[in-house]
């Protein structure tokens, strides 16, 4: 599996596919955070930017591939083990890059009513949901399920808005926990607990759907 | 046929089909098959009749819709039909990435793509992006891929296409070398004379079914000779450079025939395949197989 991500990894990396998303995250973050604002708000702002980069960033890891470079790879290292691979490269990286903004935002935004630690690790769980049901959503737009780009790309941005404003969505709730809490707030362990949940049900259902629609 | 690594199990294919999507007709139906270890399977059919999506599904490319496979390897390889270079990666990069997938170590790996891609005659483009290579370039690196970490089930689907005459006589000595070792190769090629007298099996694909699994039959080599499998007892002209295990299959020794550096080699019947075997996993060139009877012993006829 180690080697099927480092496969994964180099693609992205090398490819460059990964810039565009990063800066989208970058501008998103620099638009709606800005320093000394509150920092459990400027957190859960950073980590609903965070939903639709990672729902781009896992849609370009299952489709980097051509077809042929993919059967080689499924053969090598078994189909279902290359598509969970290239799902959780493109949902692994976006959660780095969250982390970092999330370090950038507790260390530049207004502590007063929460301690750092506490701001981190919300922000941190926040961050993590959201990735992840962002990650969902861009599995669920892409290869198997959808193969035609215009509507893949539709459903990431519908699919993506959505799910920041949907009840019941993991992401919903982490987000709104943060951006509500006025001083302290509870970590958001159960919508990132949901999050998880819901990205390796849709793994499963991806990988499986792989064997049989394509 | 005995095998060397008779461990292991064949793949088995029992009531296979496939289609494409949930309602899509039916590309193969009903195929059972069983390929052991240690086999060259030919897969012949006309175009369009399912021998590509047959190969798919043996290396685990597709999953059938129905019926099951079962015993396929760890260490499986696929050779495409078409390899399209588009990653953003080195000849060697790639090779590296694929041999780890493979489950070899970086060192290993590394060392490997560059044995590979020389035995090819490409190892001056292992630092060349893949997107700059040229097609038979490309097809070099696809077949060193599958080669690479020692495949026990080697798939490869008309994987000599783009190869220039040297990088195809090596890969038809690599698969050789492969099913030597234990391993099982299947291929599909438009040339009917790839590989031709070897195939132990041929499965014929037409109208969506896995028409015909032929017995074995006796390798054209062998056939044109004489009946090794009499029990008389069987010579071996070989010639190669390469050390042979020892003790050899049956305790064979070799003598050397001072005309051309070839070695003669007599053995017991029963074990003039696993020498064969070994002679050619070894690389060595075979020149003559024959029975050893009273009177055709002396001199080279």
């Known amino acids: 599996m180690t080697a099927l991500l480092r496969y994964h990894s180099g693609l992205f990396l090398r490819s460059q596919r990964w810039l565009a998303p990063l800066l989208l995250y970058a501008a998103l973050v620099a638009v709606g955070v800005r320093p000394g604002d509150p ?15 990672a729902a781009w960033s896992v849609r370009i890891c299952l489709t980097q591939e051509a077809a042929a470079a993919r059967a080689v790879t499924a053969a090598a290292g078994g189909r279902a083990r290359a598509h969970l691979a290239a799902l959780l490269t493109g949902a692994g990286w976006p959660v780095l890059a969250g982390a970092v903004a999330v370090g950038a935002v507790t260390g530049t935004g207004d502590l007063a009513g929460t301690g750092g630690p506490a701001a981190l690790l919300a922000g941190l769980l926040a ?45 919903k709730h982490a987000v709104a926990a943060l951006v509500a809490a006025e001083g302290a707030t509870r970590p958001p362990w159960a919508s990132c607990a949901a999050a998880v949940l819901l990205a390796a049900v849709t793994a499963a259902v991806s990988c499986r759907a792989g064997a049989r629609r394509e | 046929m005995s095998t060397i690594v008779g461990a292991r199990e064949p793949v088995r294919l029992a009531g296979v089909g496939r289609r494409y999507g949930p309602r899509g007709p039916w590309v193969l139906r009903g195929v059972d098959a069983e390929l052991p270890a240690g086999r060259l399977v030919r897969v012949a059919g006309a175009n369009g009749t399912g021998k590509s999506t047959l190969l798919r599904l043996v290396a685990g490319v597709d999953a059938p819709a129905e019926g099951r496979i079962t015993g396929r390897p760890a260490r499986t390889a696929y050779v495409p039909e078409r ?48 997107t700059a290579l040229s097609k038979g370039t490309a097809q070099k690196v696809a077949v060193a891929q599958a080669l690479l970490a020692d495949p026990e089930l080697l798939v490869l689907d008309e994987a000599w296409t783009g190869l220039d005459p040297e990088a195809r006589a090596e ?18 090629d438009h040339d009917p004379h790839r590989l031709a007298g070897e195939p132990d099996t041929t499965l014929t694909v037409g109208a969506g079914r896995v028409l015909a699994d032929a017995p074995p039959p006796v390798p054209a080599l062998l056939r044109s000779a004489a009946p090794v499998r009499a029990p008389s007892p069987v010579r071996i002209v070989a010639s ?8 050899l299959p049956g305790g064979a020794a070799g003598a050397p025939l001072a005309a051309d550096g070839a070695v003669l080699f007599h053995v017991a ?33």
Do not use: M, N
């Open chain 2, 83 to 130: 390899f399209p270079p588009a990653l953003p990666f080195t000849a060697r990069d790639y090779l590296v990435h694929l041999g780890r997938v493979q489950g070899l170590r970086t060192g290993p790996a590394r060392a490997r793509a560059g044995e590979w891609l020389a035995r090819f005659g490409a190892e001056a483009y292992a630092g060349t992006p893949l």
């Open chain 1, 127 to 171: 961050t993590t949901a959201c990735a992840l049901t962002g990650g969902a959503v861009g599995a669920l737009v892409s290869r198997p399920f959808v193969k035609a780009t215009g509507w893949s790309v539709a459903g990431l941005l519908l699919g993506s808005l959505l799910v920041l404003v949907t009840t019941g969505s993991p992401a």
């Open chain 1, 39 to 53: 920092v459990l708000g400027s957190l859960g702002i950073a980590a609903a930017g965070l939903l639709p980069v």
């Open chain 2, 171 to 188: 890969l038809d000595a690599a698969v050789r070398e492969r099913v030597a070792a234990g391993a099982t190769a299947l291929f599909v």
């Open chain 2, 269 to 301: 019947a029963a074990h003039s395949d696993d020498l064969l075997r070994a002679l050619l996993a070894a690389a060595w060139h075979v020149h003559r197989v024959e029975p050893l009877r009273a009177g055709a012993d002396g001199g080279r006829p």
């Open chain 2, 240 to 247: 190669g450079d390469r050390p042979l295990p020892d003790p």
